[in-house]
């Protein structure tokens, strides 16, 4: 199943935004929907030796070769059993200056919704479980807690620590 990311401004109106949110873990996450592709079920996978354990594999989406991004190994999450609801949101984000296709495993697609700038909260450290870093805030929808996802940072690549020499 292929499903195409709505056309729609990422701001619909002043100081709002549209989001596609979807589930890891039971807990609703949020990605804006002006860099969403197209939300995928599984493709096989290619895994990639000595890869970093949240880029493990590559997927062939329609000629491209995309990496694929474990975002609960990112998030230090343990990845969910249950596979069947499982998609994979493919989504450009700026990587090195670089605008990037990379796919999301995630546990399921919810929907697109609309969250108004001034909802958005930062994230308290006291009781986080994630790292704050990759976190762009956090918004209340309903009795809901919708996490806005850092693109930003959570699909930089980790860098090596440069070696001096004596």
């Known amino acids: 199943m292929v499903t195409h990311a709505p ?36 493709l096989p996978m290619t895994r990639v030796p000595r890869a ?60 697109v919704i609309e969250i108004d700038g001034s909802a958005i909260a930062e994230i308290p450290e006291l009781g986080s479980r994630w790292p704050a870093d990759f976190i762009r805030g956090i918004a209340l929808r309903g009795d809901e807690l919708v996490v806005l996802l850092n693109t930003e940072t959570l699909f930089r690549p980790r860098r090596s620590p440069a070696r001096t020499l004596n």
């Open 7 to 42: 056309q729609a401004s990422a701001s619909s109106r002043e100081g709002s935004s549209l989001v596609l949110t979807f589930s890891l873990q039971g807990e609703t996450f949020a990605h804006d929907v002006a860099r969403v592709h197209e939300i995928i079920d599984p």
């Open 52 to 111: 970093d354990p949240f880029v493990p594999c590559l997927i062939n989406v329609r000629g491209a070769i995309v990496p694929v991004v474990d975002v609960q190994t990112r998030l230090g999450m343990r990845r969910a059993a249950d596979e069947k609801a499982m998609r994979l949101v493919v989504i450009e984000v700026p990587i090195d200056d670089e605008a990037t296709k990379v796919a999301m495993i995630v546990d399921g697609v919810n929907e």
